[in-house]
């Protein structure tokens, strides 16, 4: 049965004449830039170096800065930048060409729905350790809010039956996944212990800049075995572990689809180190689900930075370009409109390809050679196809309560062969229904489906718009019979409406070169240091987001965060440095190490 397609070209798109949001989201139709350096103060210590100038390559003129930092996107990397640097005593000014604030983890409205853009199986809202980022970045704002715990992180339903659920407890996950490998009992138990290895003692540091020398030699003092720990694992992936403990192939294969789940590649060429976070985190903090859907999370940092004095943010700013000072320094950017902002340093949120390709946001004049060392070891991963659908919950044939056993998130597989396969709704299928956890976010009766898979810009390009109309429609009707098949029956007769997103969509809306997920390794590398920092080879720019250590994930995008607003503020002298020539010194030295890996 054929679902229909309500809204088909205007995925993510907003009601114009509906607020989608608090009004004071709404774009600031004036920017509150603060007009010049503040005079140094106890937050800004005595080793401040002084305000550079920055001549416009167009005019020639110079300018004081409008803000010390100016940050091109407001996903989750750039907000917890911001947080962070608002806190620490910086003006800063955040610039978002879109509507909404949060990149893939906003959400956008409908007549009472709302829908998260990407995102919605939450790491890092826990209370406990220090890697809970998003508490934590949301904290700097001064802001908490409340969520709702996911008794399992998600349900498995894999080629031979294989039916796996994830429990919160680490324990019961255990017992489920070795009851159905009983001769890897021993293997598995390993396996997962070591993840905890690595997220216990990464869970006892504070996390910032890894390319800030004095923070870390303290937490070496400080936690020398913790820190060799963690450097064990740094250089390996997650499948040479995994194969260190378990024989079973099918089983390999389940860590194959566990670390695809989130790294889009499979065990082999996913760090030990992210897999260390996801495997244990979820047991640990736990997933749980923001209250009001997703997005209220980009809302309440946006919210909390306006409250900074001299901090802002502007929705609808679409950033053209980053300028430069005569020494070719990045020193503020310029929107499409023409108007120029200027800043001490920049941070760029948007993908390494959208930052530093031909047609980006710096001129291909700045780009530095190191850029193709990037390319050479990441590639794009492809897009999504994703479908937002509205269902009735009663002319379903199942049962939607928790309580009966649904869950919120689920990863379907019908071939093992085809689980990185990006074509016609074939390989891995994601299904989040947050409704199972928060029915705030639809009316009464109705359930949210976000289902998505993985799809190529490619085969989206050159269509008529009634063959892209036609593709859309086979997609979500094979996403849908899939679903249909394995877990909701009753599905396509229960569907309200349904709105699918292509790459071409995320392209748009989520401002993402092809709509790309992110990078990943183009051939196999050891582990995770070789992803680049949020330092660039060209002075005064930044990256942060999901181009940047550690890499994809709400809680990895926070991280970035917080290690860039570390190292950006120790650049502007408002942390204090080992002395400046010790401090480069050893920044290149760990540079050059990381080279060899
Ligand atoms: C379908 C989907 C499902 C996902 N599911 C999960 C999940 O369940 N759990 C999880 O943890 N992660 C999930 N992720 C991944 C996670 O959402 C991302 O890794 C993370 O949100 C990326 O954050 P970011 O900081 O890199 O910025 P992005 O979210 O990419 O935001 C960048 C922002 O910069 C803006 N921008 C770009 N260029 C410019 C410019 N020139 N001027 C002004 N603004 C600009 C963009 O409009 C955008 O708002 C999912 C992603 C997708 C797409």
Not at 120 to 139: D, K
Not at 370 to 385: L, M, Q, T
Request: hydrophobic share 40%; proline share 7%; glycine share 8%.
């Amino acid at each position: 049965m054929s679902v229909p397609i309500l809204f088909q070209s205007s995925v993510f798109s907003l009601n114009p004449t509906r607020p989608p949001f608090s009004p004071s989201l709404l774009p600031a139709t004036t920017p509150q830039p603060s007009p010049r350096l503040p005079a140094p103060s106890p937050t800004r210590p005595c080793f401040l170096p002084a305000p550079i100038s920055c001549a416009s390559p167009a005019t020639s003129e110079s300018a004081s800065p409008d803000v010390d930092v100016v940050i091109i996107g407001s996903g989750m990397g750039a907000l917890t930048t911001a947080g962070d640097l608002c806190q620490k005593g910086l003006k800063v000014g955040v610039l978002e060409r879109y509507l909404i604030p949060g990149g893939s983890s906003a959400q956008f409205s409908r007549p009472g729905y709302r829908f998260d853009v990407g995102a919605s199986m939450i790491f890092g809202l826990g209370t406990e350790g220090s890697t809970n980022l998003l508490t934590r970045a949301l904290a700097t704002v001064g802001r908490a809010i409340p969520s709702i715990p996911d008794p399992v992180q998600v349900r498995y339903h894999l080629p031979d039956n294989l039916d796996v659920s994830v429990a919160r407890d680490y324990e019961t996950f255990l017992d489920n996944l070795s009851s159905l490998f009983p001769h890897e009992r021993v293997g598995i138990r390993k396996f997962y212990d070591e993840c905890w290895s690595v997220f216990n003692s990464l869970n006892l540091m504070p996390l910032r800049s890894l390319e800030e020398p004095r923070y870390l030699l303290s937490i070496f003092a400080k936690r020398p075995l913790t820190c060799f720990n963690v450097l064990r694992f740094i250089a390996t992936n997650a499948g040479d572990i995994a194969r260190r403990y378990i024989k079973d192939e099918k089983l390999l294969k389940f860590i194959d689809v566990e670390c695809f789940s989130w790294s889009v590649v499979p065990a082999d060429m996913t760090p030990m180190i992210n897999a260390g976070m996801v495997f244990s985190d979820r047991h640990y903090g736990g997933i749980n689900y923001p209250a009001g859907g997703v997005g209220r999370i980009a809302e309440e940092m946006v919210e909390g930075i306006r409250e900074h004095e001299g901090c802002w943010v502007r929705l609808r700013a679409n950033v053209k370009n980053v300028l430069f000072d005569h020494s070719g320094r990045a020193c503020g950017v310029r929107l499409a409109t023409g108007e120029e902002i200027r800043a001490r340093a920049v941070i760029s949120n948007a993908t390494r390809w959208d930052t530093f390709d031909e047609g980006g946001l710096v001129p291909t004049e700045h780009v530095p050679e190191a850029e193709n060392r990037f390319r050479d070891r990441y590639i794009k991963s492809p897009s999504f196809c994703s479908a937002h659908i509205a269902v009735r919950e009663k002319d379903l044939k199942v049962s939607m309560r928790a309580e009966d056993g649904m869950d919120c998130h689920h990863i379907m597989l019908d071939n093992w062969d085809d689980m990185e396969v990006a074509e016609d709704a074939r390989g891995t299928l994601f299904v989040s229904i947050p409704t199972i956890l928060d029915k705030s976010i639809a009316p009464e009766g109705m359930h949210i489906f976000h289902v998505f898979t993985p799809s190529w810009m490619h085969e989206w390009k050159g269509l008529s718009s009634k063959e892209y109309k036609a593709k859309k429609q086979r997609m979500l009707d094979t996403m849908v019979s899939r679903l249909e098949r394995e877990l909701v029956e009753g599905l396509s007769s229960a569907i309200e409406f349904a709105e699918v997103g292509s790459p071409r969509t995320h392209r748009r809306y989520l401002g993402r070169v092809d709509g790309s997920y992110g990078p990943v390794a183009g051939k196999r590398l050891n582990g995770l240091l070789s992803m680049p920092f949020n330092r660039t080879e060209v002075d005064g720019l930044y990256c942060v987001g999901d181009s940047t250590f550690p890499g994809q994930g709400l809680n990895a995008t926070a991280f970035s965060g917080f290690a860039c607003a570390h190292r950006v503020a120790a650049d502007l002298g408002f942390i204090e440095t080992l002395p400046q020539p010790v401090d480069d010194w050893l920044t290149k030295l760990l540079g050059r190490w990381r080279l060899l890996l």
